[in-house]
T-cell receptor, first 112, second 116 residues
Framework: SQQGEEDPQALSIQEGENATMNCSYK?????LQWYRQNSGRGLVHLIL?????REKHSGRLRVTLDTSKKSSSLLITASRAADTASYFC????????????FGSGTRLLVRP | EAGVAQSPRYKIIEKRQSVAFWCNPISGHATLYWYQQILGQGPKLLIQFQNNGVVDDSQLPKDRFSAERLKGVDSTLKIQPAKLEDSAVYLC??????????????FGPGTRLTVL
């Protein structure tokens, strides 16, 4: 079963706009990670946020984590056409052997 | 640093045939994962190896799927016999989790399997 569920399932924005994706999960976690997948490619790690962190930045990416609500958000600022991809959150649970459980993903389309 | 290598990239077979996928992880990565990704869904873990031992294979359909990592480096995933519902992308990933507790995984490009 998939732990993380992303919202929205699909998002279409204009280049230069910000994109926000949300992820909800069910059980306690060690950390939460976000990955990007371009069409026909493998996944690429974007950012990891630990359970004791609330916010983290990496370039144009901003991730927040609210463990009380079991949710996370990924914000991409000043989006570019090259950001078009599927984005997945993955949780590393406290009861798993470093097994990542992926959500169903958000498909982002950035229109030039 | 070379990434995770997988082959073949694409495979088309008929149902009830057999197929095998190969993965070469990043050098020095002790942990290797095989995922199945059905179109429109996130990756689902099939099996996790630590060196050449199996850590988790709870979601591997063992009646038809098998995997091995004999020397703790390369790995093969086999399906025998294939069913229509096995059509998916099979992703291999590796990590060096012994270097720390934060489990960033590195993915290969995947093998797209179509079962007719």
């Amino acid at each position: 079963s998939q732990q993380g569920e992303e919202d929205p399932q699909a998002l279409s924005i204009q280049e230069g706009e910000n994109a926000t994706m949300n992820c909800s999960y069910k059980t306690s976690i060690n950390n939460l990670q976000w990955y990007r997948q371009n069409s026909g490619r493998g996944l690429v790690h974007l950012i990891l946020i630990r359970s004791n962190e609330r916010e983290k930045h990496s370039g144009r990416l901003r991730v927040t984590l609210d463990t009380s609500k079991k949710s996370s958000s990924l914000l991409i600022t000043a989006s570019r056409a090259a950001d078009t991809a599927s984005y997945f959150c993955a949780t590393d649970g406290m009861d798993s052997s470093y097994k990542l459980i992926f959500g169903s993903g958000t498909r982002l389309l950035v229109r030039p | 640093e070379a990434g995770v290598a997988q082959s073949p990239r694409y495979k088309i077979i008929e149902k009830r045939q057999s197929v095998a996928f190969w993965c070469n992880p990043i050098s020095g990565h002790a942990t290797l994962y095989w995922y199945q990704q059905i179109l429109g869904q996130g990756p689902k873990l099939l099996i996790q190896f630590q060196n050449n031992g199996v850590v988790d294979d709870s979601q591997l359909p063992k009646d038809r799927f098998s995997a091995e990592r004999l020397k703790g480096v390369d790995s093969t995933l086999k399906i025998q016999p294939a069913k229509l519902e096995d059509s998916a992308v099979y992703l291999c990933a590796s990590s060096n989790r012994l270097a720390g507790i934060y489990n960033e995984q590195f993915f290969g490009p995947g093998t797209r399997l179509t079962v007719l």
